[in-house]
């Protein structure tokens, strides 16, 4: 089964609007990853935070991470068209050197 | 560097044919790990190879199958193709044995008709 699950499954927003997804797993983690998937293409790493971390920022990305709740949040502030792709949680269960992805978050942003 | 290149990008094949796929890491690499990706189950992970030996292995039968060499490029193989094959195969290579950063090729899209 997967390890992480994010929701909302799907998120409509318009240009210049904040989207936030949230990704909860289930074992503890070494490390949860942040990766992105345009339609039919590769994954591109966008943010690693590690168990020890509760926040980083890159950009416009700003993710968190709560170890006693097993759950993570993406934020993309002021969302542009060339967001809207996949979002998808992986983490690296701290008993395994398995990276597992979760179900993931389409996110369509319209102009 | 260059990327992660796979060959091919798309493949049509037939029920019990076997397929293989190619996976060139990023240079330096020397972890390389198979995906694959359907509607229904979304992003599974095939297994995992470093410096020429597998090291994780996840949820798939035997007929998937893969191999890496001494210069860090990594085949996977199918045999007896089952229609619930056809899915996007993503390959992905990062620079050492942990599930650290993966650096993710185009992927191959394999359809079994």
């Known amino acids: 089964s997967q390890q992480g699950e994010e929701d909302p499954q799907a998120l409509s927003i318009q240009e210049g609007e904040n989207a936030t997804m949230n990704c909860s797993y289930k074992?503890?983690?070494?490390?949860l990853q942040w990766y992105r998937q345009n339609s039919g293409r590769g994954l591109v790493h966008l943010i690693l935070i590690r168990s020890n971390e509760r926040e980083k920022h890159s950009g416009r990305l700003r993710v968190t991470l709560d170890t006693s709740k097993k759950s993570s949040s993406l934020l993309i502030t002021a969302s542009r068209a060339a967001d809207t792709a996949s979002y998808f949680c992986a983490t690296d269960a701290s008993n395994t050197d398995k990276l597992i992805f979760g179900t993931g978050t389409r996110l369509q942003v319209f102009p | 560097k260059a990327g992660v290149t796979q060959t091919p990008r798309y493949l049509i094949k037939t029920r019990g044919q076997q397929v293989t796929l190619s996976c060139s890491p990023i240079s330096g690499h020397r972890s390389v790990s198979w995906y694959q990706q359907t509607p229904g189950q979304g992003l599974q992970f095939l297994f995992e190879?470093?410096?020429?030996?597998?090291?994780n292995k996840g949820n798939f039968p035997g007929r998937f199958s893969g191999r890496q060499f001494s210069n860090s490029r990594s085949e996977m193989n199918v045999s007896t193709l089952e229609l619930g094959d056809s899915a996007l195969y993503l390959c992905?290579?990062?620079?050492?044995?942990?599930?650290?950063?993966?650096?993710f090729g185009p992927g191959t899209r394999l359809t079994v008709l």
């Open positions: 074992t503890s983690i070494n490390n």
């Open positions: 190879y470093f410096s020429e030996t597998q090291r």
């Open positions: 992905a290579s990062s620079p050492g044995p942990q599930a650290d950063t993966q650096y």
